[in-house]
């Protein structure tokens, strides 16, 4: 079943990638552009250790987004956006596409 899961998450994040290149570059590129950046703050549960930079490495290596700061103590990622034109969607994309399968990959107590 982890195998599954973890093929599943590698398909997630290749499309997260090819679809946020584009998006990025559009955004850039396009007449005009004037992108918004802007910080948002994720809090992430049930993550080991291992999963947590997982997420952070997935995040950052997504285009338009980077993470800034892992704050252990909290539970919080702390990230950059190119665009801030709607951080709860990229909020609620992380949690669905990365988050929720790295949960059941790197679940915490769990430190592989």
Not at 12 to 27: D, I, M, Q
Not at 62 to 71: E, H, K, M, S, Y
Request: some cysteine.
């Amino acid at each position: 079943m982890k195998l599954l899961t973890a093929f599943n998450l590698l398909l997630r994040f290749l499309l997260e990638v090819a679809k946020s290149g584009l998006a990025t570059a559009w955004l850039i590129l396009r007449p005009g552009a004037r992108p918004t950046p802007g910080l948002v703050r994720i809090r992430y549960e049930g993550l080991s250790d291992t999963g947590v930079s997982l997420l952070g490495c997935m995040i950052t290596l997504t285009p338009g987004t980077t993470v800034i700061d892992i704050d252990n103590r909290r539970h919080e990622l702390l990230i950059h956006l190119l665009d801030d034109s709607d951080p709860a969607a990229v909020v609620a994309n992380v949690r669905r596409s990365f988050e929720a399968p790295l949960r059941r990959l790197f679940p915490a107590g769990d430190q592989a």
